[in-house]
């Protein structure tokens, strides 16, 4: 639990009420280094948070010790109210995770893959149905076909399937849209959307401030592990518009044309 | 998976099927084979030679792999315990490993004209798990203080062909009896002395004996340095 002035100093993101995910006071240190560095924040049923910030600010260290990957010096990171330090598969259970890299069995089709993953998420998945799943995300011809042989866009939309196959309370999405083109970065903000529309709360990571502004209803801004600010993104917008080191770049109008 | 394990069964029985073959031929010019062990020993030499080669060359380097390209990452972030995530590759190792041993023995015994029973059938298969557990582990030692998938290639082949070799070379002694003797508590020595022994129809030896406890303490000893510093991820 932080205190007040824990929070006015923005160590803790405000915790909504009936949160899926509460994260307290979580520190992360490699060696002599610490990449996060007291983080607190929550999320609540429905709602999309996104972690912005640069590479290297602890957004993936941060998501890799709520996945059970990392175990943190200090903190807490409770999902829907199991103690996932001490009880990680029973938290997996309820997560659903998209990582950075695909990782995926190389020697597996699509299909296989999916109804592999499906399997272990406690989830029966006929060749129909796993056929059908693929189908939705415009896969379905991809079915035979190596993990390798997708576009990237292509791979990402399948990750997030993967991710999603047992409808979990909260879902993990590492930088899902990095190194995507626009056409398909928005084509998978629209699968986020779909997902949170199901009822999904979801957590991402992103560099990004387009697409936390596009997905998110509330952001969390750290650097260096530490929480630099939240809030939604128009309450960021509003609050930061004046900041002297908030810089508009924008390319040069063209010259007016004579005659 | 299961594809891919058949092709590495099949690169796993084509160096003693090989050996077989070499020692057969051989046999019937009438060197007698390697040493004085005859038939049996020759077998032996199949048989740790193939449990040998699914280990180093199959279950460590797919291992390395594997960690590389981020599949563990993404099968520990499922509700799958770790211990199952290792447990299914093991188990797949064993039952390639008593596939490796059936198919040896049968072909070994036609070429080489012997015979076995029930129980020494059951005996073979038992050395074979333990021989591909001590291996295994030899494996895992690898792959758990080597973390780029290329340098457990590079390494795997190397200790491969080390163990190859002192495995013939020291069985043939010609190389003089120290090097016979080291070769001989090496661990695909101690594995073949086991091996040699089932096969047996006389007494067992002390030696027997001794190969058992240093195959049970090469295990312990690999496994343990293997699972102690085995890292999930490559970086």
């Not at chain 2, 002395?193 to 027997?208: I, K, R």
Request: proline share 4%; glycine share 12%; net charge positive.
């Amino acid at each position: 639990m932080s205190t007040p002035s824990e929070q006015s100093q923005g160590r803790h993101a405000s915790a909504p009420e009936g949160a899926v995910l509460e994260v307290a006071d979580l520190v992360v240190r490699y060696g002599a280094r610490t990449a996060v560095d007291g983080i607190g924040f929550s999320i609540a049923r429905g709602e999309i948070l996104g972690l912005l910030g640069p590479n290297g600010a602890g957004k993936t260290t941060t998501l890799s010790v709520i996945e059970g990957l990392r175990s943190p010096v200090s903190g807490s990171v409770n999902v829907d109210g199991i103690d996932a330090l001490r009880h990680p598969i029973d938290a997996r259970a309820r997560m659903g995770v998209q990582l950075q890299s695909s990782g995926f069995q190389p020697e597996l089709s699509i299909e296989q893959l999916l109804r592999l993953y499906a399997g272990l998420y406690g989830v029966h998945l006929s060749r129909t149905a796993a056929r059908e799943a693929l189908d939705e995300i415009g896969l379905e011809q991809e079915a035979s076909k190596r993990l390798k042989g997708l576009s990237g866009g292509q791979a990402q939309r399948f990750s997030l399937l993967i991710a999603t196959l047992h409808d979990p309370l909260l879902l993990l999405l590492d930088e899902p849209t990095s190194g995507l083109d626009p056409q398909s970065r928005r084509s998978l903000w629209q699968h986020i959307e779909a997902s949170r529309r199901q009822g999904g709360s979801i957590l991402l990571t992103t560099h990004s401030m387009e697409e936390a502004q596009a997905v998110c209803d509330r952001i969390v801004i750290i650097d260096h592990g530490r929480i630099v600010t939240t809030g939604s993104p128009a309450e960021l917008i509003a609050t930061h518009r004046a900041d002297p080191r908030v810089l508009a770049i924008a390319p040069p109008s063209p010259a007016p044309r004579s005659g | 998976m299961i594809l891919r394990s058949r092709q590495t069964l099949i690169l796993n029985l084509a160096v003693p099927i090989l050996m077989l073959i070499i020692t057969n031929q051989a046999a019937r010019r009438g060197g007698g084979g390697f040493g004085a062990g005859g038939p049996s020993l020759m077998i032996a030499l199949a048989l740790s030679y193939g449990l040998l080669s699914s280990a180093l060359l199959g279950y460590s380097i797919t291992v390395a792999r594997d960690r590389e390209a981020g599949v563990f990452q993404r099968l520990r972030v499922t509700p799958t315990p770790t211990w199952a995530i290792m447990s299914s590759r093991l188990i797949v190792q064993f039952a390639a490993a008593i596939v490796t041993a059936i198919i040896v023995i049968v072909v070994g015994g036609i070429m080489h004209g012997l015979s076995y029973g029930a129980g020494t059938y059951l005996l073979i298969f038992a050395v074979a798990i333990y021989g591909a557990a001590m291996f295994l582990g030899i494996g895992q030692a690898v792959v758990g203080l080597v973390r780029s998938s290329t340098a457990v290639n590079a390494l795997g082949r190397v200790l491969y062909v080390v163990l190859l070799l002192l495995g013939i070379l020291g069985i043939s002694g010609a190389l003089g009896d120290t090097f016979t003797n080291i070769a001989k508590w090496s661990p695909v020595g101690a594995l073949m002395t086991l091996f040699t022994a089932v096969q047996s129809t006389t007494a067992w030896t002390s030696d027997d004996g001794w190969a058992i406890v240093a195959i049970g303490a090469y295990l312990v000893v690999f496994a343990g340095i293997g699972i102690r510093w085995f890292q999930w991820e490559a970086r």
